[in-house]
């Protein structure tokens, strides 16, 4: 008799205790993304970050990302653009 998938009596993965399994996102772009907001959030209207892609952990679509999951998360619209050197970062302001 062919064995399925229920009959099996041990795990497949491992367990974990539920006070070790990691919460949220703190992952290896924290700190950078951390720096980011807040430089965005002093930012006036009209004006844009300039960050040298050369001070950036990653690559910029990396970090891009990691920037786009953290504003969304927290209802911040933000643009972004780059050049050779450079990423620049701006906040969509909402039409009067």
């Given at each position: 008799m062919a064995t399925n998938e229920t009959d099996v009596d041990f795990a497949t993965f491992q367990?974990?205790?539920?006070?070790?399994v990691p919460k949220g996102r703190d992952g290896k772009h924290k700190r950078i993304?951390?720096?980011l907001l807040n430089d965005i959030q002093r930012l006036k209207a009209g004006t844009a970050l300039k960050v040298p892609l050369a001070a950036l952990p990653d690559s910029k679509e990396?970090?891009?990302?990691?920037l786009n999951?953290?504003?969304?998360?927290r209802g911040i619209?933000?643009?972004t653009s780059s050049d050779a050197e450079n990423l620049y970062i701006w906040k969509i302001h909402?039409?009067?």
């Open positions: 367990e974990v205790l539920q006070g070790d993304v951390t720096r990396n970090i891009r990302s990691a999951r953290a504003t969304h998360q619209d933000v643009a909402p039409k009067a």
